[in-house]
């Protein structure tokens, strides 16, 4: 559901969501980013390092055949994220080609993708995704910097040593600081603290998120993969110490409902999207997909270009027996109702008003095609949802949960 009116010409707007019959914001119609990045003269530059030159032209996109994606406001906050984001975790290393993440990211932003999401370890190596983005800001998206929301993130294991990783004041400002010199940028739109860090107290690791916004490196500050418990306290610090976090960032899919169930540690037993709802917290959904599980990829084996070929993230014991009996259930009711299973896997991850964007990756443009043209498909059907919710809330792919979540 794209927010373009036929004429390509007005002020912002408001739409009903088919899926969850809230509102969203549409940005004001105007030329698209290709179209300003061609007025500036940047499109088609061709970067001096040869490592960053395109295969072919700069996008697919054209400025007549796209209307800028819906957006949603961030909790209380206003900030508005597009529905589906792009973030920059995997295909984004040293080995993946430039040119096929050159093509993604000015894909993605031509077509109205506003918010491309970092951390500083992603890659690998570790930086390698900000330095690639740092290329495409410096060249093709200056002119539209201001347009875009830039997030990165810092928690997990970026260095050695006891100040490469955790939730200290030292780690999160040092690491904020490398972050914008591989991007090139003076500011990030959103700093988030990547995990729960039990050995460091919370008032040092939301003072250090505050720091960031005050002294102008972030614009906004955020939390991810918290417990609901987690979440509320680092509320309460926050407003303490002076700083409103905006968005929490968690792992959310149809086979990862970890954020809707109780929280055991939460003195009122509430869950994460409560917590997120009752505060005004944003929610970033990330992995809606299940890393790809959640799509035809791994429907007839493991391909050899796919994730769980390389050996990432995506485990071997999550394409378990069980786990893929699930995804072809899964997908022949996305069939039987004319869709595919991607396209049901993001309007289900979106069908919670609580839930502002989805955050997915993508290793073709293609794929980010497929996943953009469910916000055109219609609401799922009462049969789709009872069959989702007949599935186990967890089916063992929440790799966040021991190192945060679960803390
Ligand atoms: N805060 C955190 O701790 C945290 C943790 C993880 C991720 N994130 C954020 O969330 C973002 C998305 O995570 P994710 O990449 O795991 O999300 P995802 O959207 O669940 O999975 C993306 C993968 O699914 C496959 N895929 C995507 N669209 C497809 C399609 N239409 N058809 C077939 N396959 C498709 C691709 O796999 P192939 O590569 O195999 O083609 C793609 O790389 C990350 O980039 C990062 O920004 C945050």
């Not at 031509?110 to 390698?128: C, E, M």
């Not at 970890?258 to 994460?272: I, M, N, Q, T």
């Not at 994730?307 to 993230?313: D, F, I, K, L, N």
Request: proline letters at 7%; charged letters at 20%.
């Amino acid at each position: 559901m794209h927010c373009g009116r036929p004429d390509g010409a007005g002020t912002s707007t408001s739409l009903p969501h088919p899926v969850a019959g809230r509102h969203l914001i549409c940005p004001p119609v105007s030329r698209s980013p290709r179209d300003r990045r061609a007025a500036s003269g940047s499109v088609g530059l061709v970067p001096t390092d040869s490592s960053t030159a395109p295969a072919a032209g700069p996008s697919a996109a054209s400025s007549a055949d796209h209307a800028p994606l819906p957006h949603r406001r961030l909790g209380r906050s206003g900030l508005a994220l597009p529905a589906v984001s792009l973030g920059l975790w995997q295909n984004f290393g040293d080995a993946d080609p430039r040119a096929t993440q050159r093509e993604i990211v000015l894909h993605a932003v031509d077509h109205g993708v506003t918010h491309l999401d970092l951390a500083n370890n992603y890659g690998p190596p570790g930086g390698a995704a900000e330095e690639s983005l740092g290329h495409l800001l410096a060249r093709e998206l200056r002119p539209v910097r201001d347009e875009l929301v830039v997030t990165t993130k810092a928690g997990y294991r970026m260095g050695p040593g006891p100040y490469g990783e955790g939730g200290s004041r030292k780690y999160l400002l040092s690491s904020l600081d490398a972050s914008l010199r591989r991007l090139g940028l003076d500011h990030v739109d959103i700093f988030y603290s990547h995990r729960f860090d039990p050995t460091t107290p919370l008032e040092e690791t939301v003072g250090a998120l505050a720091t960031a916004v005050r002294s102008g490196r972030a614009r906004y500050a955020g939390i991810s993969s918290y417990s609901a418990r987690r979440t509320w306290e680092a509320l309460q610090v926050a407003e303490q110490v002076g700083v409103d976090l905006v968005v929490t960032q968690v792992s959310y899919s149809m086979l990862n409902r970890w954020v809707e169930e109780p929280d055991p540690h939460d003195p009122a037993g509430a869950s994460v999207l409560d917590v997120a709802g009752a505060e005004g917290l944003g929610v970033v959904a990330f992995s809606p997909l299940a890393q790809g599980m959640l799509t035809d990829r791994y429907l007839h084996g493991v391909p050899d270009d796919s994730r769980a070929a390389r050996g990432g993230p995506l485990r071997p014991a999550f394409l378990s027996d069980a786990n893929l009996d699930h995804v072809r259930r899964l997908d022949d009711l996305a069939r039987a109702h004319g869709r595919s299973l991607a396209t049901t896997a993001i309007l289900w991850a979106m069908r919670d008003e609580r839930v502002t964007s989805v955050l997915l990756g993508a290793s073709s443009t293609r794929q980010l095609d497929e996943n953009l043209a469910a916000l055109d498909a219609p609401p799922l059907s009462a049969e789709e949802l009872a069959a989702v919710d007949a599935l186990p809330a967890d089916t063992g792919i929440n790799i966040w949960a021991s190192r945060s979540s679960d803390l």
